[in-house]
């Protein structure tokens, strides 16, 4: 069974950065695609940005697109977020967990998250 453990998050000003980082274990990544998932205050878990391991394709929703750059390590078995120009919008619980490409949803296990907050 895979499992994940995010770090990296913390608090920033809008227009800040931070780079979210998730040690996955229990297999190589290699054949999988996983993603970064964002549970916003009040909302439910969505799809942030996916990333397919054995090629690097990756895949971003529209209000992160140009901001967030979402990388793979498949020597270190790692997943990483870069995020830029933050927005308080960005709010919310980060985790990873493997990502259906076709619908951008996740399957299986999640780690417990991250929590990003973005605020002046």
């Known amino acids: 069974q895979l499992k994940f453990e995010e770090s990296g998050g913390g608090s920033v000003q809008p227009g800040g950065s931070l780079r979210l980082s998730c040690a996955i274990s229990?297999?190589?990544?290699?054949?999988?695609?996983f993603g970064w998932f964002r549970q916003a205050p009040g909302k439910e878990s969505a799809a942030v940005s996916c990333?397919?391991?054995?090629?690097?394709?990756?895949y971003y929703v529209d209000d992160v697109q140009g901001r967030f750059t979402i990388f793979r390590d498949r020597e270190k078995n790692m997943l990483s977020l870069q995020m830029n120009m933050l927005k308080p919008e960005d709010t919310g619980l980060y985790y990873c967990?493997?990502?259906?490409?076709?619908?951008?949803?996740?399957?299986?296990?999640w780690g417990q998250g991250t929590q990003v907050t973005v605020s002046s």
């Open positions: 229990g297999s190589r990544i290699d054949y999988y695609a």
């Open positions: 990333i397919r391991s054995a090629d690097g394709s990756t």
């Open positions: 967990a493997g990502c259906d490409l076709g619908s951008m949803t996740t399957y299986g296990s």
